[in-house]
């Protein structure tokens, strides 16, 4: 079975400041990494996702993860937050195409002006 | 168009009172999926549809949850009877089949409140 491990519940950073969102994994097989978000009152969103290929993946507002294997992580990062990235940010993975999702608990990233 | 869809938004009701929630995923989604997320606790897998057959359905805590979904194209998940305990978010979530990795777009969910 997969388990997936958000160490941190809460993140309060600053704006304008880097911060770094982190996800561990477990599985005995390959698995697809995904980061999802939840902005306040409302669904969650696909944020980016790592199927294979290149290790670094790129959101289209400015996070990346990067899947490193030998660590079983999937950290996500941004160099520079804004106010609006305030919302819950859940780690998920899957073993193959058109299986459920396992979730980590979920870290609620908290901006401040 | 139109992203997955979820009815009632919010929903509350007493113990022992039966309550049935709604999903309409993206057209031509052959994959559905439900999850839950008790306050507090992870979000958690309950189902997946295949079209209108269900292809796991291992998460589901037991049997006063029943989903169907007629067609191959909404789905219903009724709670009967409702306990304190079945209070959380249900999230709905649909996919293609492409044959390899699927991308599964989620609702806004419902939340539902057991008194």
């Known amino acids: 079975a997969q388990s997936v491990t958000q160490l941190d519940s809460q993140v309060p950073v600053f704006e304008e400041a880097p911060v770094e969102l982190r996800c561990n994994y477990s599985?005995?097989?390959?698995?697809?990494l995904f980061w999802y978000v939840q902005y306040p009152n409302q669904g969650l969103q696909l944020l980016l996702k790592?199927?294979?290929?290149?290790?670094l993946v790129e959101s289209i507002n400015g996070f990346e993860a990067e899947f490193n294997k030998s660590q079983t992580s999937f950290h996500l990062r941004k160099p520079s937050v804004h106010i609006s990235d305030t919302a819950e940010y859940f780690c998920?993975?899957?073993?193959?195409?058109?299986?459920?999702?396992?979730f980590g608990k979920g870290t609620r990233l908290s901006v401040i002006a | 168009e139109a992203g997955v869809t979820q009815f009632p938004s919010h929903s509350v009701i007493e113990k022992g009172q039966t309550v049935t929630l709604r999903c309409d995923p993206i057209?031509?989604?052959?994959?559905l999926y439900w999850y839950r997320r008790v306050m507090g606790k992870e979000i958690k897998f309950l189902l997946h549809?295949?079209?209108?057959?269900?292809?796991?359905e291992s998460g589901m805590p037991n049997n006063r949850f029943l989903a169907e979904r007629t067609g191959g194209t909404y789905s219903t998940l009724k709670v009967q009877p409702a306990e304190l305990e079945d209070s959380g978010v249900y999230f709905c979530?649909?996919?293609?089949?492409?044959?390899?990795?699927?991308?599964?777009?989620f609702g806004p969910g419902t939340r539902l409140t057991v008194l």
């Open positions: 549809f295949v079209k209108e057959s269900k292809q796991d």
């Open positions: 599985s005995s097989v390959s698995v697809y």
């Open positions: 998920a993975v899957s073993v193959r195409g058109n299986t459920p999702l396992v």
């Open positions: 790592y199927l294979s290929g290149s290790t």
């Open positions: 057209s031509g989604h052959d994959n």
């Open positions: 979530a649909s996919s293609q089949d492409l044959g390899g990795p699927d991308t599964q777009y």
